[in-house]
């Protein structure tokens, strides 16, 4: 089984405040996973950052390990809730520190058919950049890994200190949006078939600026055991030597090199 696409929604402002939201294009099913991916003009790296993610269907949001990047006054986040309560006008809010963060760049974004039972992020990371130029891919978060099961969805978003007149899309994947001047971020994803190694790539056309991007990966329901394989939905194994292995939980893959 794989992930798929849901519902989207996107906000920007420049004015500061101590929040601000976004809807989607329509409202997420229940049991989904919504990443919301958000960026700022900050002043100080310890001082300008998200304090909480919250919406009016009460589901708890959580920073995404290792998503949170920043250089030279811009600051990158990626947030998610799993196996999400919905509602009629479901609406996403990210809370700030400082009221004075201004340029907020908001992505939210419903992943279906994500794992339900525990928390469906797999891979995530980033990177801050400086004058990355304007090759192929250059703005990017460097490897992520491989996705240890099949079929995961992989959402990348980048922020930038300055507007090019054009930001690209990363080789195989699918743009977020559109990309407008003057607000200074993009974002995509893609669905994986087979696992494979991942990286969340941009590329732009000017030289110079600042550059934070970030991405992360969501496991489908049910796993899928591909690209390292972390066994779900799979409960039983015949080994070399013709003996049937049985796995009760999640300590008995190490036992038995269960889906090695």
Do not use: C
């Not at 920007?12 to 003009?41: K, Q, R």
């Amino acid at each position: 089984m794989a992930t798929t696409l849901g519902q989207t929604g996107y906000n920007f402002m420049l004015a500061a405040g101590n929040s601000w939201s976004s809807s989607f294009s329509a409202d997420p099913a229940a049991g989904s996973t919504i990443l919301v991916g958000t960026g700022h003009a900050v002043a100080a790296d310890d001082l300008d950052i998200v304090s909480s993610v919250t919406d009016n269907a009460s589901n708890a949001y959580a920073l995404v390990s290792s998503s949170r990047h920043y250089i030279n006054g811009e600051n990158l986040e990626i947030w998610r809730a799993y196996n999400v309560a919905t509602t009629a006008g479901l609406i996403v809010t990210v809370n700030y520190l400082n009221s004075n963060m201004t340029n907020r760049r908001l992505h939210v974004v419903e992943v279906v058919g994500a794992e339900t039972a525990s928390d469906p992020i797999d891979l995530s990371s980033g990177s801050a950049q400086d004058g990355p130029g304007t090759g192929s891919n250059a703005v990017t978060t460097g490897p992520l890994g491989t996705p240890s099961t099949d079929g995961q969805f992989v959402f990348a978003m980048s922020i930038f200190g300055y507007s090019p007149d054009n930001v690209n899309i990363g080789t195989g994947y699918t743009a977020l949006g559109t990309y407008n001047y003057g607000e200074s971020n993009r974002a995509e994803y893609l669905i994986q078939g087979t696992a494979a190694p991942v990286a969340g790539t941009f590329t732009n056309d000017l030289e110079g600026g600042v550059w934070a991007t970030a991405a992360v990966t969501v496991k489908a329901a049910g796993g899928g055991g591909g690209g390292g394989g972390s066994g779900a939905g799979s409960t039983t194994r015949i080994d070399s030597l013709g003996n049937i292995q049985t796995r009760i939980g999640p300590s008995e893959r190490n036992v038995f090199n269960f889906n090695s």
